[in-house]
């Protein structure tokens, strides 16, 4: 029953910027943390950026000062905001939120992905 709406994702140019959206369908007050991945062509899933319950942040090396993470408690909703994109930027993102539920302490749900292109 939950969903993660993702939006946001498209084809830009060398030092552009995208903005993603990551909707969760349940309350903040269920969410432990919610966060970004991306899968580069020919690679495994990796971290980009989390956001946590008390608003703590995770960045991967590769996008730290580019990328910056926020969190809409009124929405349930986590951001990525992402300037200065370089082309080994490219890869699906995929949207990521651990929710507790009754009887458990937090399952990872995840978007469906969403294509970011990084091309002159």
């Known amino acids: 029953q939950v969903q993660l709406v993702e939006s946001g994702g498209g084809s830009v140019q060398p030092g552009g910027s995208l903005r993603l959206s990551c909707a969760a369908s349940v309350s903040i007050f269920s969410i432990n943390a919610m966060g970004w991945y991306r899968q580069l062509p020919g690679k495994q899933r990796e971290l980009v950026a989390a956001?946590?319950?008390?608003?703590?942040?995770n960045y991967a090396d590769s996008v730290k000062g580019r990328f910056t993470i926020s969190r809409d408690n009124a929405k349930s909703t986590v951001y990525l905001q992402m300037n200065s994109l370089k082309p080994e930027d490219t890869a699906v993102y995929f949207c990521?939120?651990?929710?507790?539920?009754?009887?458990?302490?937090?399952?990872?749900?995840w978007g469906q992905g969403t294509q970011v292109t990084v091309s002159s």
């Open positions: 956001i946590t319950r008390s608003l703590s942040t």
């Open positions: 990521n939120a651990n929710i507790v539920s009754r009887g458990t302490n937090g399952d990872d749900y």
